[in-house]
T-cell receptor, first 110, second 114 residues
Framework: GQNIDQPTEMTATEGAIVQINCTYQ??????LFWYQQHAGEAPTFLSY????GLEEKGRFSSFLSRSKGYSYLLLKELQMKDSASYLC???????????FGDGTTLTVKP | DAGITQSPRYKITETGRQVTLMCHQT?????MFWYRQDLGHGLRLIYY?????ITDKGEVPDGYVVSRSKTENFPLTLESATRSQTSVYFC???WGSGSNQPQHFGDGTRLSIL
């Protein structure tokens, strides 16, 4: 099976930078996704990593180290609207399915 | 418009009843998925389908039945609902393992079983 770990909760200040970590154990790694989920809404896609390194998309960046089974999501210039749950999802094997972590609830304070 | 839609958005039923949740996607994605999300937890995979007439169990399949006679539809049935199946159910669609594209989620069905 797969094991995905993320911190349960994090708090940060508006305008600051926050890093949300995700560690995983899997065989047949085939990509890692980050999703954002606001309360009462569906998850929406943020980023995708399949090779080691950093992927940058505006205020959001995601990093992957396959040898360490480690990823992080970096959010810069935090805004109040970034308060949400952030889900790490690992895809493995030949099927298109992913396993999700329990999510990290981020609270951004003024 | 292209997208993925779930119905109903809200459902209240009683234990022992059969209930079917509908999911329809217009992207022609090969894969479709059903997840449940319980308070404070991530998404747990119930069933998934790689193509029409091909389905497979996920992490928590007990008590659920799926079918996929057409690529665009993937209904989920609870044959005899139990209180432990009270949850938010999300349907998603996407491409296979060779794609860098993510799964796209419907808005969810909030199911309460009394």
């Amino acid at each position: 099976g797969q094991n995905i770990d993320q911190p349960t909760e994090m708090t940060a200040t508006e305008g600051a930078i926050v890093q949300i970590n995700c560690t995983y154990q899997t065989s047949g790694f085939n990509g890692l996704f980050w999703y954002q989920q606001h309360a009462g809404e569906a998850p929406t896609f943020l980023s995708y990593n399949v090779l080691d390194g950093l992927e940058e998309k505006g205020r959001f960046s995601s990093f992957l180290s396959r040898s360490k089974g480690y990823s992080y999501l970096l959010l810069k210039e935090l805004q109040m609207k970034d308060s949400a749950s952030y889900l790490c999802a690992v895809r493995s094997g030949n099927a298109g399915k992913s396993t999700f972590g329990d999510g990290t609830t981020l609270t951004v304070k003024p | 418009d292209a997208g993925i839609t779930q119905s109903p958005r809200y459902k209240i039923t009683e234990t022992g009843r059969q209930v079917t949740l509908m999911c329809h996607q217009t992207w022609s994605h090969s894969y479709m998925f059903w997840y449940r999300q319980d308070l404070g937890h991530g998404l747990r995979l119930i069933y998934y389908s790689a193509a029409a007439d091909i389905t497979d169990k996920g992490e928590v399949p007990d008590g659920y039945v799926v079918s996929r006679s057409k690529t665009e539809n993937f209904p989920l049935t609870l044959e005899s609902a139990t209180r432990s199946q009270t949850s938010v159910y999300f349907c998603a669609s996407g491409w296979g393992s060779g794609s860098n594209q993510p799964q796209h989620f419907g808005d969810g069905t909030r199911l309460s079983i009394l």
